[in-house]
Nanobody, 119 residues
């Protein structure tokens, strides 16, 4: 059974930093592309950052230069380092694992972790 468990969310002041972690189990982590999404109240879920199984990363324009996604395949964990946080970064952040082959597609989600940026 695949599980993705996020941690590291919380309340932080504007300009502060947080590091989110997502620990995966029940899957061959190194085969999956991993992503962080977020959903603010009243808004659609959006992609924040993603990293392929080969280590290539991409970011939403709104977080470029402030957020960094990384992965540790030995620990089955993906991270999101968030610096220079802004109130508009407030959202529930979700971890996603995705893999597509010629015969099937896997798509798994964590339960989410709340990030609140406020003074």
């Amino acid at each position: 059974q695949v599980q993705l468990v996020e941690s590291g969310g919380g309340l932080v002041q504007p300009g502060g930093s947080l590091r989110l972690s997502c620990a995966a189990s029940g899957m061959i982590f190194s085969l999956y592309d991993m992503g962080w999404y977020r959903q603010a109240p009243g808004k659609q879920r959006e992609l924040v950052a993603a990293i392929t199984n080969g280590g290539s990363a991409n970011y939403a324009d709104s977080v470029k230069g402030r957020f960094t996604i990384s992965r540790d395949n030995a620990k089955n964990t993906v991270y999101l380092q968030m610096n220079s946080l802004k109130p508009e970064d407030t959202a529930v952040y979700y971890c996603n694992a995705f893999r597509k082959t010629s015969v099937y597609e896997d798509d798994y989600w964590g339960q989410g972790t709340q990030v609140t940026v406020s003074s």
